[in-house]
């Protein structure tokens, strides 16, 4: 028997070509697109404890089709994440490749130390990433006052914070 299920069996057979996988799951695809239930696993958290210490946490099961060998952005720190006590930190999500090119953790931290808020910080992180090489994304991201906002290029991107006791959540634009 095998472990591969026939929706996974169905799925690697369309995206067995890289670029094709990386076209059609990322850059490829207008915000207007129908959920196709086609998605991706990234899991990714930020937090500050009672101390004001922040951490943040990126989890991702990679890309279908991607090459042998490829290194993603989770575990490349300023890519998937990233974390300064003094500023505030990022968990990332999206193309890999277009997250590692443009360090977007590390970029939307370095636009909040230079005074602005995680909402616009987050916006001017992706705009600047589909500019210098067309990837779409989304972030996490927290201050070290305490301030959050979820941000995200790509047609929807799952997410939820809880500050003062209060749960948000949202998965389409603007749900805040």
């Not at 059609?24 to 004001?52: N, Y």
Request: proline share 3%; charged share 25%; aromatic share 6%.
């Amino acid at each position: 028997k095998s472990l591969v299920t026939e929706e996974g069996r169905q799925e690697w057979e369309t995206y067995k070509q890289y670029k094709s996988a990386v076209k059609s799951l990322f850059s490829g695809r207008p915000k207007d697109t129908p959920d196709d239930g086609i998605g991706h696993d990234t899991v990714g958290c930020v937090a500050m404890d009672a101390e004001g210490n922040l951490a943040c946490a990126t989890s991702t099961g990679g890309i279908t089709g991607k090459m042998p060998g490829r290194v993603g952005d989770t575990p490349i720190v300023g890519a998937g994440g990233y974390a300064d006590n003094q500023i505030g930190c990022v968990s990332t999500t999206g193309h890999g490749e277009s997250i590692t090119k443009t360090c977007l953790a590390y970029t939307a931290v370095q636009f909040m130390e230079q005074g602005h808020d995680p909402t616009l910080a987050g916006r001017m992180a992706l705009q600047r990433m589909m500019e210098k090489v067309k990837g779409a994304g989304g972030m996490i991201i927290i201050n070290s006052g305490g301030d959050w906002s979820a941000e995200f290029s790509t047609e929807r991107m799952a997410w939820a914070a809880i500050k003062d006791d209060i749960l948000h959540s949202g998965v389409n634009p603007k749900e805040k």
